[in-house]
């Protein structure tokens, strides 16, 4: 089964062929290709969505064929469809689910609408030695950071969630507060990297009481006031963003030892861009060796939002009998855990 993957739930417009056995147990990614739209938002500080929806719209078709190309296919040779289908900005949304559902009907192939945060989760399972659940997945990106108990594909139960801003907002609403080019979260942590380690000790937000919940909006205000005391030199510039990225780094660990004493799992997934954080990887790596457990991320390619991993959803979900209707439908705001078991 050769499934079409299309991804546009924001400012990236990703299409990917994915190939599995009829069971969908067996798999490759045959072609990807990911557009950004980093430059024509960068003028605005961050993403406007009437603008982002033009912007698919004019991509979409021409990747499409690109990606088709390179996978040596035609359109024809398409056994499905995927497309994101929330959670997302409605209009982004609405462009790759039209294009996906039109491209089904007319082909007379299935269609199944994925749900983004899925993609991320299952991004890791496209690697090589793929972690089985039942496992802890940290889903951290601009717009979410969760902790979700995985107990199989399509049997999610959410154990803590931001409160405020997701960690990746942090990042980049930190980065916009000291002047550094959007989009700002990997800008700051490549200041990062040329920090003091505790030049500036920030708190570990919400990791002094019981639960799994995050919140990073009084992080955002420490580093803020801090800012604003130094001498806005380079060097105090780099030491806030080492202090602040740390705080982060710290927290996301915390929460995750705790959730996966909680659930007695020994692995741990983890998915979303913020995912492709050197520091944050590194640091996850030794709390699973730790415990005794395993820690399994995506390529950093595959962290931000991307087809292949609508692609690879989309392809065990056909698998295993599902898809749409003929009508087309967006859903901006959708809860993972109401989602149909495999």
Same mark, same amino acid.
């Not at 400012?11 to 069971?23: Q, R």
């Not at 009437?50 to 024809?76: C, F, N, W, Y």
């Not at 995927?82 to 996906?100: R, S």
């Not at 705080?247 to 030892?257: F, G, M, N, R």
């Given at each position: 089964?050769?499934?079409?993957?299309?991804?546009?739930?924001?400012?990236?417009?990703?299409?990917?062929?994915?190939?599995?056995?009829?069971?969908?147990?067996? %798999?490759?990614? =045959?072609?990807?290709?990911?557009?950004?739209?980093?430059?024509?938002?960068?003028?605005? %500080?961050?993403?406007?969505?009437?603008?982002?929806? =033009?912007?698919?719209?004019?991509?979409?078709?021409?990747?499409?064929?690109?990606?088709?190309?390179?996978?040596?296919?035609?359109?024809?040779?398409?056994?499905?469809?995927?497309?994101?289908?929330?959670?997302?900005?409605?209009?982004?949304?609405?462009?790759?689910?039209?294009? %996906?559902?039109?491209?089904?009907? $007319?082909?007379?192939?299935?269609?199944?609408?994925?749900?983004?945060?899925?993609?991320?989760?299952?991004?890791?399972?496209?690697?090589?030695?793929? !972690?089985?659940?039942?496992?802890?997945?940290?889903?951290?990106?601009?717009?979410?950071?969760?902790?979700?108990?995985?107990?199989?594909?399509?049997?999610?139960?959410?154990?803590?969630?931001?409160?405020?801003?997701?960690?990746?907002?942090?990042?980049? @609403?930190?980065?916009? /507060? /000291?002047?550094?080019?959007?989009?700002?979260?990997?800008? *700051?942590?490549? *200041?990062?990297?040329?920090?003091?380690?505790?030049?500036?000790?920030?708190?570990?937000? /919400?990791?002094?009481?019981?639960?799994?919940?995050?919140?990073?909006?009084? *992080? @955002?205000?420490?580093?803020?006031?801090?800012?604003?005391?130094?001498?806005?030199?380079?060097?105090?510039? $780099?030491?806030?963003?080492?202090?602040?990225?740390?705080?982060?780094?710290?927290?996301?660990?915390?929460?995750?030892?705790?959730? &996966?004493?909680?659930?007695?799992?020994?692995?741990?997934?983890?998915?979303?861009?913020?995912?492709?954080?050197?520091?944050?990887?590194?640091?996850?790596? @030794?709390?699973?060796?730790? *415990?005794?457990? =395993?820690?399994?991320?995506?390529? !950093?390619?595959?962290?931000?939002?991307?087809?292949? /991993?609508?692609?690879?959803?989309?392809?065990?979900?056909?698998?295993?009998?599902?898809?749409?209707?003929?009508?087309?439908?967006?859903?901006?705001?959708?809860?993972?855990?109401? &989602?149909?078991?495999?």
């Amino acid at each position: 089964m050769k499934v079409l993957g299309i991804e546009t739930s924001c400012d990236e417009t990703g299409v990917a062929v994915y190939e599995t056995s009829d069971d969908g147990r067996a %798999g490759a990614l =045959r072609a990807h290709a990911l557009y950004s739209q980093i430059a024509l938002h960068a003028e605005y %500080g961050g993403v406007v969505p009437e603008l982002a929806s =033009r912007d698919h719209v004019r991509k979409l078709l021409p990747l499409i064929r690109q990606t088709l190309a390179e996978a040596g296919m035609t359109i024809a040779d398409v056994d499905g469809v995927a497309y994101t289908a929330g959670p997302g900005l409605a209009g982004a949304l609405l462009v790759g689910a039209a294009a %996906g559902r039109a491209l089904a009907w $007319a082909l007379e192939r299935p269609a199944i609408a994925v749900h983004h945060m899925e993609g991320h989760l299952l991004a890791p399972l496209m690697e090589a030695d793929p !972690p089985a659940p039942p496992f802890v997945a940290l889903l951290v990106s601009g717009g979410h950071t969760q902790l979700i108990a995985v107990e199989a594909i399509g049997c999610y139960r959410l154990l803590g969630d931001t409160l405020d801003d997701a960690a990746g907002e942090a990042f980049d @609403k930190t980065a916009k /507060m /000291m002047g550094l080019a959007y989009p700002g979260g990997p800008e *700051l942590a490549r *200041l990062a990297e040329g920090g003091r380690a505790n030049a500036y000790k920030f708190s570990r937000p /919400m990791t002094d009481r019981p639960g799994f919940d995050f919140s990073f909006s009084g *992080l @955002k205000t420490q580093v803020l006031l801090a800012w604003q005391a130094s001498d806005g030199s380079d060097s105090a510039r $780099a030491d806030i963003a080492r202090g602040f990225e740390d705080a982060v780094v710290d927290t996301l660990a915390i929460k995750c030892e705790r959730a &996966l004493r909680a659930t007695g799992a020994r692995t741990l997934v983890v998915a979303g861009g913020v995912g492709a954080n050197r520091r944050l990887r590194a640091r996850l790596e @030794k709390l699973a060796a730790e *415990l005794g457990g =395993r820690v399994c991320f995506p390529r !950093p390619e595959f962290c931000t939002d991307n087809g292949a /991993m609508i692609a690879y959803a989309g392809a065990l979900r056909l698998a295993a009998g599902q898809h749409e209707g003929e009508s087309i439908a967006v859903y901006p705001r959708w809860d993972m855990a109401t &989602l149909p078991a495999l």
